[in-house]
Nanobody, 120 residues
Framework: QVQLVESGGGAVQAGGSLRLSCAAS????????MGWYRQAPGKQRELVAI??????TNYADSVKGRFTISRDSVKKVYLQMDSLKPEDTANYYC???????????????WGQGTQVTVSS
């Protein structure tokens, strides 16, 4: 069993900050990348930020310069969100591309999501 558990969501006023955390646990052999996606009501899920095992990062254009993704271990990732805007309001999902102990291929695993609400 593999799990991604998120924390840190909540409500904040525009211009404020939040920090999301995600920890992976279970029978994991290797993680190639971890990151965050978000989905607002009536919209498709979209990439926010991702970080690979070698530390490379990629951000959505809409969050560049405001959000920072980081990792302090192989199995834990953070998303520091500054200068939040109402359009950042969404359910944020942690993502990992990983290989389980008994598998030879990598696949995608998702967390349950954490709500971020930014008021104007």
């Amino acid at each position: 069993q593999v799990q991604l558990v998120e924390s840190g969501g909540g409500a904040v006023q525009a211009g404020g900050s939040l920090r999301l955390s995600c920890a992976a646990s279970g029978s994991i052999f290797s993680i190639s990348s971890m990151g965050w996606y978000r989905q607002a009501p009536g919209k498709q899920r979209e990439l926010v930020a991702i970080i690979t095992s070698d530390g490379s990062t990629n951000y959505a254009d809409s969050v560049k310069g405001r959000f920072t993704i980081s990792r302090d271990s192989v199995k834990k990732v953070y998303l520091q969100m500054d200068s939040l805007k109402p359009e950042d309001t969404a359910n944020y999902y942690c993502y990992a591309n990983l290989r389980r102990l008994w598998q030879t291929l990598f696949d995608d695993v998702w967390g349950q999501g954490t709500q971020v609400t930014v008021s104007s």
